[in-house]
């Protein structure tokens, strides 16, 4: 029997599953990150080995009788890293087609389940990502937090952050995140942050965390916080008006915009923000055919089950 993998290669795990030729589901796994860039390759070899043999272990199959393999990464765009990794794999799936793609395109086709679309993701970083249906990628954002990221969760929580202190030297007027901010971080006043800012200038994450405290400054109704996710929601849906631009007419309307990422998938307020500006975007357009805004969803499935639909696409199963 011939079965096919699919894997969501993120920053900390990698999530694999293992599947027939119909799709169906056998196995599912987890183990530590497969990321090249931050991780020693013989880190990447010794996960990506215990990956494919839990897998194959627990599906029943052998390792030769694996055809196709796809993997979302980050940092797989250059050919060089494709070779690398193909290379690692083709070490233990001998048979198998290798697919190394961008870990937006596994989450675009989990999301809408068809291969062609576009997903914005908003999570601790951001990035819009689109595929069209002659098969050509597009991309706009995600060049980090010192770049870009704009509406990411790092953008936000830097912003509170500066909220805080724009009202705490009343520059603006005073801010419900000035309360929230220093409960979450247990400091006693505004000027204490300086020092925690110090001690986790480094650390995106923990910046990033501060971003729903904007949104439960919107729900408190703080004009400040309302500003900052208007703000951050418009450039996230500048990218993703921006990739359609690139790869679909003015006039076509016929795929979705997927979200992904915490912050469109679990703020209601975020997202009902989002959509509200990329219909503006693509509603003003100039050159526009069409008064008719795009269709955004919650994605149907998770990246894993993208990378595996998008393998069984290319091997024709499908």
């Not at 087609?97 to 395109?105: A, E, F, I, Q, R």
Request: hydrophobic letters at 40%; glycine letters at 14%; aromatic letters at 6%.
């Amino acid at each position: 029997m011939d079965y096919v993998i699919g894997v969501d290669g993120g920053g900390t795990k990698a999530l694999g599953v293992i599947a027939n030729l119909k799709g169906e589901n056998l196995a599912q796994t987890s183990v530590g990150s497969t990321n090249h860039y931050s991780n020693p390759i013989e880190t990447v070899r010794a996960n990506l080995e215990a990956l494919f043999e839990n897998l194959c272990r627990d599906a029943g199959a052998k390792a030769d009788e694996v055809v196709g393999i796809c993997l979302g990464m980050a940092g797989v765009d250059r050919p060089d890293d494709k070779k690398l990794i193909m290379g690692l794999v083709g070490e233990f799936l001998p048979r198998a087609k290798v697919l190394p793609v961008n870990d937006g395109l596994i989450a675009l086709v989990g999301g809408c389940l068809q291969p062609f679309g576009i997903i914005a993701i908003a999570g601790t970083g951001s990035i819009a990502f689109g595929i069209n249906r002659e098969g050509t990628h597009a991309r706009c954002g995600g060049w980090g937090h010192i770049l870009g990221d704009e509406g990411s969760g790092y953008a936000m929580g830097l912003r509170a952050l500066r909220a805080v202190m724009r009202a705490y030297d009343k520059r603006c007027g005073e801010t419900k995140l000035t309360e929230l901010v220093l409960a979450k971080l247990a400091l006693a006043t505004p000027e204490r942050i300086l020092a925690w800012t110090k001690a986790n200038q480094g650390s995106k994450m923990e910046i990033g965390a501060l971003s729903v405290l904007v949104f439960e400054a919107v729900r408190a109704g703080d004009e400040t916080a309302r500003r900052i996710m208007e703000e951050e929601t418009d450039e996230l849906a500048l990218a993703a008006n921006g990739v359609r631009l690139k790869l679909f007419a003015p006039e076509d309307r016929d795929f979705s915009v997927v979200v992904g990422g915490g912050n469109l998938r679990k703020s209601p307020e975020f997202f009902g923000s989002f959509c509200r500006h990329l219909d503006l975007r693509v509603k003003g357009e100039k050159g526009a055919k069409s008064a008719k805004g795009l269709s955004v969803v919650q994605p149907k499935s998770e990246p894993v089950e993208g990378a595996k639909l998008y393998m069984l696409q290319q091997l024709g199963a499908r």
